[in-house]
């Protein structure tokens, strides 16, 4: 398995890992619930130097790149960010993507660890290399996709108080970063991107460094009071209180934007790959939907349970866990049109556990947008 640049880092920290497909990534450190209930209230580290980045540069690239995105690329004001995703031909889901633009002719794409091959493929695929400039070294005049994900750590700092820790650290640029919003700074000499995004629902930045001043930054970070490491464990329980989906479980190609409920992030007044049969679906309706369901108490829906309304299969669970904050039982799952209406009672897994659906996120106390 890969290891990422922060590996030792973690090991000495005492974290227990997993294959997370194909790296070794910390599960947990001091334990899940402690981490999410610190996460929530001070400030987290996540080791998340295993998704992938990508720099498209120059007007035949950005055009490439934005049609194989469904948001709306080229009319993303600079400093911003925008959510979306790659589609195959048929409307389903290669990956999902962060867009950020970083000037007018660059954009930086982050996407997720378990497509990256096919999606650095595609990507690169779109817009091949090509220069109209002779000294092969000036980039101003060349259009290309350049995957950076194997020089590129990536450490996520969330929790209400990351703002505060970040500033000690002397990253001023962060001060006026507003809520999916992105900026180029220095640290130890070196350029990072910091966008502020975040995948817990709190106040988060994520942190793109080269890789050899990774480790340094990480024990800088954890240096500062009241910072602490967290896993993959919390990772997943704070980003399934808010509701947020995850590539390869909650969605793959098999699965359309629609089906996976983002449908209101799509540009559709834009062309891009697998808008045709995109707007087919969306036309006849009918679609399962991925719905958010609550438990009445601790237990909570696993993934793979089937969900039955009565003795009629309607659906399966794709995520699910107990929300430490929420005190119950929480998931996700692909529901077919008819049972997936907002209070509908149903029963999942082989032990008829009762659930409901509901609206997300499932946490509302987050402090993201603050």
């Known amino acids: 398995m890969r290891q990422t640049p922060l590996y030792d880092e973690c090991r000495a920290l005492g974290a227990k890992f997993v294959d997370f497909h194909g790296w070794t990534l910390p599960v947990q450190f001091t334990g899940i619930l402690q981490e999410h209930e610190h996460t929530r209230a001070k400030v987290s580290l996540f080791d998340c130097s295993h998704m992938g980045e990508f720099m498209v540069r120059g007007e035949d690239a950005l055009r490439a790149v934005d049609r194989l995105l469904f948001c709306d690329t080229r009319g993303l004001p600079v400093g911003k960010c925008r959510y979306g995703a790659i589609l195959n031909e048929s409307g389903g889901i290669i990956d999902d993507a962060l867009a950020m633009r970083l000037s007018d002719e660059e954009l930086y794409i982050v996407t997720n660890a378990g497509p990256l091959e096919l999606v650095s493929r595609v990507l690169q695929e779109a817009c091949p290399t090509r220069t109209d400039s002779s000294d092969k070294s000036d980039r101003s005049d060349t259009s290309d996709v350049s995957d950076l994900s194997d020089a590129t750590a990536k450490i996520d700092v969330q929790g209400p108080l990351a703002?505060?820790?970040?500033?000690?650290?002397?990253?001023?640029?962060?001060?006026?970063?507003?809520?999916?919003?992105?900026?180029?700074?220095?640290?130890?000499?070196?350029?990072?991107?910091?966008?502020?995004?975040?995948?817990?629902?709190?106040?988060?930045?994520?942190?793109?460094?080269?890789?050899?001043?990774?480790?340094?930054?990480?024990?800088?970070?954890?240096?500062?009071?009241?910072?602490?490491?967290?896993?993959?464990?919390?990772?997943?329980?704070?980003?399934?209180?808010?509701?947020?989906?995850?590539?390869?479980?909650?969605?793959?190609?098999?699965?359309?934007?629609?089906?996976?409920?983002?449908?209101?992030?799509?540009?559709?007044?834009?062309?891009?790959?697998?808008?045709?049969?995109?707007?087919?679906?969306?036309?006849?309706?009918?679609?399962?939907?991925?719905?958010?369901?609550?438990?009445?108490?601790?237990?909570?829906?696993?993934?793979?349970?089937?969900?039955?309304?009565?003795?009629?299969?309607?659906?399966?669970?794709?995520?699910?866990?107990?929300?430490?904050?929420?005190?119950h039982g929480i998931g996700l799952a692909y529901l077919r049109a008819d049972a997936a209406a907002l209070g509908t009672q149903l029963l999942a897994g082989p032990k008829a556990l009762p659930v409901e659906t509901v609206a997300a996120p499932f946490y509302t106390k987050g402090t993201c947008r603050i």
């Not at 480790?215 to 970070?221: D, G, K, V, Y």
């Not at 089906?259 to 009918?286: H, I, M, T, Y």
């Open 163 to 327: 703002r505060e820790v970040l500033m000690k650290l002397g990253f001023a640029a962060i001060a006026r970063l507003k809520y999916y919003h992105v900026c180029r700074t220095k640290w130890s000499g070196a350029e990072i991107t910091i966008s502020r995004a975040g995948y817990t629902g709190e106040l988060g930045y994520e942190l793109f460094i080269p890789n050899d001043i990774a480790p340094s930054l990480w024990r800088a970070l954890l240096a500062v009071d009241g910072v602490r490491p967290a896993g993959l464990g919390a990772r997943d329980t704070l980003r399934l209180e808010v509701g947020y989906p995850l590539s390869g479980q909650d969605f793959d190609e098999s699965r359309t934007p629609l089906e996976a409920n983002l449908g209101r992030f799509v540009g559709w007044d834009k062309s891009f790959v697998g808008k045709e049969p995109l707007v087919a679906q969306r036309a006849a309706g009918g679609y399962p939907l991925l719905t958010p369901i609550r438990t009445p108490d601790r237990r909570a829906p696993r993934h793979g349970f089937e969900v039955r309304s009565g003795d009629e299969v309607v659906g399966a669970v794709t995520s699910g866990t107990f929300g430490p904050s929420v005190g």
